[in-house]
């Protein structure tokens, strides 16, 4: 499973839903192909009907629109129909998208932000930790084959 990058509105922290009228709106003064369409999974799912698959699919679900491992493409999109909503895109680690390739931290989510940071760097030790134990291991074995 790939990353999960949100299409958010929030104002002093507080959350703005997205609603599906507004979001039709947009995709128009956008010209965008995308089209909002009913779906059994979320609210309702933004996509291109020229294009097939589920690859490039929006959701709007509890007044939020994501999408998992989007494409280059639907990122810029998605930031192109967030500025449209007075939005921005955000993905797993808090981090929201100037450009598809540029990204910050909004003081909406700066705590938020800091506590993925964390919990990343608790991940690599963690990681770190068993490995440096085998290689220990290892070390030992070889001295004490050597001495025998």
Do not use: C, K
């Amino acid at each position: 499973m790939g990353p999960h990058i949100t299409i958010v509105r929030t104002q002093g922290g507080m959350p703005r839903p997205i609603g599906a009228t507004e979001v039709e709106s947009a995709l128009r003064r956008l010209h965008s192909p995308y089209v909002l369409a009913p779906d059994a999974r979320a609210d309702a799912r933004v996509h291109d009907p020229t294009h097939g698959g589920e690859g490039n699919v929006l959701f709007l679900q509890v007044g939020e629109l994501w999408a998992s491992n989007p494409s280059l493409q639907l990122l810029g999109m998605m930031i192109e129909l967030a500025r449209e909503l007075d939005a921005r895109v955000r993905n797993d680690d808090f981090e929201t998208y100037r450009t598809v390739f540029e990204t910050y931290v909004h003081p909406d989510d700066a705590a938020q932000a800091a506590l993925a940071r964390a919990g990343r760097r608790r991940q690599v030790v963690g990681a770190a930790v068993p490995f440096g134990v085998g290689v220990l291991l290892g070390v030992m074995a070889l001295l004490l084959r050597r001495q025998g």
